[in-house]
């Protein structure tokens, strides 16, 4: 877009980018719009950060980081190999959740201090559209007032999902959200869902002494994680520590009280399974879009289960085709539910309202899971690229790169581990990888950058590596990778 164009379109406008919703996505969005110039303002209800900073990524990571702490001082025959005896441990629960608080603070007002530094306009309460190029506020007091802008990003996000026939209260049955705070250790939790909200406290509740039970709907734990990564980190993560599991089970109704009374169903047939009597109950079944009171219909936009349809320069779709001015990223729009994945299309589509044409590559973005120890992802599972070799007709490649064999590795007494890395045979091109051991989720990286630039395995065989380092697993499943296409 011509400077000349730019200042004739947003004559008529309050600003040049609205932005609703300040989680991350809305935020990097603001931040990049900002940067290049452009009037934004921000509208959040909430906290500045959103999900991720309040009520995810970040507290999260900081008690996780604090029970892993309290894992390896526990862990007698780990500590012995290393010739080191420890005595008992001993943990505050409210200093364990303070760090956790304090660390939400710092990064809360961080981004206050960035989006004042750079101009935007920050507006407190819920927006919703009142048709094309308008979003009415309406603050905690009640007072509305509506805001045009030339572009308008919806930012608004997920929250947590929760099933028909559990009830919460928010202190025995509750949600993530809730967990984050800490407020207590049941003696005994059940958590229902083994996707990486259920395996992430799983790992903080065991480490801190609770006894767990994993209920699972699915026939198998963790059913969206590569089959081989799947059965380690079962092996690991689950069977070796005090959790009980149900596959196949729904948990049809959740009754909060002391007990909590959780009525356990057969998937298919609902026949009643078993009934358990649980101290608390963590829901953790995954996370649903924020989205219904936007006011959609007024732009002539259908959500798909709540999902803003976009296409992959993350403009909102209307019957097919786009909204003119109408945006949306993050989670609302249901491509990858990640922090670093809605920032990424915050930008992206600020790139495209500065008329820069860029496109998002999903495939190229990791994922990780922060358990002890970590699991991580990018691009296809082998169940995926197999359908795609054949689909395409081009020959598979499937390579395996052991921590067992990692001088790094041994050295940390941590050597069960592996990385799998997926790549066609007729030109190296990656297609995967998945990561199951010490740093898995740093180690991915170097995976999802090589994809990003599109570097076949020949190249990245020649790559040196720092030795000894963990960063040694990639190189060897590199090298492997190369020498298969000569073979």
């Known amino acids: 877009m011509s400077a000349t164009c730019h200042e004739t379109l947003t004559q008529e406008f309050d600003v040049d980018v609205l932005v609703v919703g300040a989680g991350y996505g809305g935020f990097d969005a603001a931040k990049h719009a900002a940067d290049h110039g452009l009037r934004t303002a921000i509208v959040e209800a909430r906290e500045l950060g959103g999900t991720c900073v309040n009520r995810g990524c970040v507290p999260s990571k900081a008690l996780l980081a604090a029970s892993g702490r309290v894992r390896e001082l526990k862990d007698q025959q780990h500590l012995a190999r290393l010739g080191i005896h420890s005595g008992g441990v001993q943990v505050e629960r409210q200093a364990m959740a303070g760090h956790a608080q304090q660390l939400v603070d710092t990064m809360r007002t961080s981004i206050g201090k960035t989006l004042k530094r750079l101009g935007v306009q920050v507006l407190q309460g819920r927006g919703w559209l009142n048709g094309a190029h308008e979003v009415v506020v309406r603050s ?7 805001i045009t802008a030339t572009h308008v990003i919806l930012a608004t996000g997920s929250e947590p999902f929760v099933p028909h026939g559990i009830e919460q209260d928010g202190h025995t049955v509750f949600t993530s ?20 909200i259920g395996l992430e406290f799983a790992d903080i509740y065991t480490a801190l002494g609770c006894e767990v039970t994993l209920i699972e709907a699915l026939d198998q734990l963790m059913p969206s994680f590569d089959a081989d990564i799947r059965k380690l980190a079962t092996r690991h993560l689950i069977e070796a520590r005090d959790i009980e599991t149900y596959t196949g089970v729904l948990a049809s109704k959740v009754t909060p009280g002391t007990p909590v009374k959780v009525e356990l169903r057969h998937a298919s047939s609902k026949e009643l399974v078993d009934t358990l009597e649980v101290d608390g109950v963590l829901v953790a079944t995954g996370r649903a879009p924020v989205s219904c009171d936007l006011n959609l219909a007024s732009v002539g936009v259908t959500t798909e289960r709540g999902f803003i349809p976009v296409d992959d320069r993350l403009r909102v779709l209307g019957a097919g085709q786009p909204v003119e001015g109408l945006w949306a990223v993050g989670d609302v729009t249901g491509k990858l539910m990640l922090a670093h994945a809605a920032a990424a299309q915050g930008i992206v589509a600020v790139e495209n309202i500065l008329g820069h044409g860029r496109t998002m590559d999903y495939r190229s973005i990791p994922a990780a899971t922060f358990t002890h120890p970590e699991i991580s992802s990018v691009g296809l599972t082998q169940e995926q690229a197999q359908q795609e070799a054949t689909a395409h007709g081009f020959p598979l490649g499937c390579v395996r790169s052991y921590f067992r064999a990692n001088a790094k590795a041994l050295a940390e007494a941590q050597g069960d581990g592996l990385m799998k890395l997926l790549f066609r045979r007729d030109n190296g091109q990656v297609l995967g990888a998945q990561i199951y051991g010490l740093h898995a989720a740093d180690l991915i990286q170097e995976v999802a950058n090589a994809m990003s630039a599109g570097q076949p395995v020949q190249a990245l065989s020649h790559a040196v590596h720092t030795h000894p380092t963990l960063s040694e697993v990639v190189e060897v499943a590199y090298k492997q990778a190369a020498a298969s296409l000569s073979s």
């Open 140 to 146: 905690s007091k009640g007072i509305e007032r509506t």
């Open 177 to 196: 959200d809730e967990a984050l705070q800490l407020s207590w250790l049941p003696p005994w939790i059940a958590i229902i869902g083994s996707g990486y």
